[in-house]
């Protein structure tokens, strides 16, 4: 997600360094001590606007949320959504690429990722890319705790489609899918930017949970 350059982005972030967190490599094996609780962790890789994590912080106090966006353009909007929302205390972001996830978190760190809307990199050349591709399956796995899971939603049926394989092949339990999610009017379903849009439009919304093995 790209929007419009705004150079004032790294001094406005900067100056919230409470909700924005820096140099957060530094933060590896020390994400609970920096919330100040033993509470789970719930990472969201590609928050974009950060409508979704921020629902998420307000509706669940009792969970850590942590949303990570590798444009400073995109996360600089979701922390004027935190800083609007009273700036949840269980609530933090940073700007990275997903790639670098293992110098960020330690292993068995985290408790779930989320990924909503990921960029679906449709040319087979670009495989890799996509966020449930085996590489970023096995990236996941090393951050989280056994039996740790992923949640998934998108409008792209083929990226569906092609998650459900990877995962699949991944030997992942597929806990919940959904080819219609909101047909099912789940009461708790926070939407993402990208989701009312879509959804308005009459577009189905994908979403499946996987879970990965105790061992």
Avoid: C
């Amino acid at each position: 997600m790209r929007l419009r350059n705004k150079p004032w982005a790294r001094d406005y972030m900067s100056e919230h360094p409470d909700v924005l967190v820096a140099e957060p490599e530094k933060m590896n094996n020390g994400w609970n001590k920096l919330f100040g609780n033993d509470n789970p962790i719930h990472i969201e890789v590609g928050t974009g606007m950060g409508q979704f994590i921020i629902g998420m912080a307000i509706a669940n106090p009792d969970v850590n949320y942590i949303g990570i966006e590798h444009f400073d353009n995109v996360i600089v909007v979701a922390l004027e959504k935190a800083i609007e929302a009273d700036k949840p205390s269980n609530l933090k972001l940073f700007r990275a690429n997903g790639v670098d996830l293992l110098n960020i978190f330690h292993k068995g760190e985290i408790d779930r990722v989320y990924l909503n809307f990921s960029d679906p990199w449709p040319k087979t050349r670009h495989e890799k890319r996509r966020l449930t591709s085996e590489m970023f399956l096995e990236l996941y796995e090393s951050v989280l705790r056994p039996g740790g899971e992923i949640h998934f939603k998108t409008d792209n049926r083929s990226l569906f489609e092609y998650s459900l394989v990877t995962m699949s092949q991944y030997n992942m339990k597929l806990n919940y899918v959904s080819l219609d999610l909101h047909k099912e009017n789940l009461e708790d379903n926070i939407m993402t930017e990208y989701e009312e849009k879509f959804s308005s439009k009459g577009y189905p919304i994908y979403r499946l949970e996987a879970q990965y093995g105790e061992q």
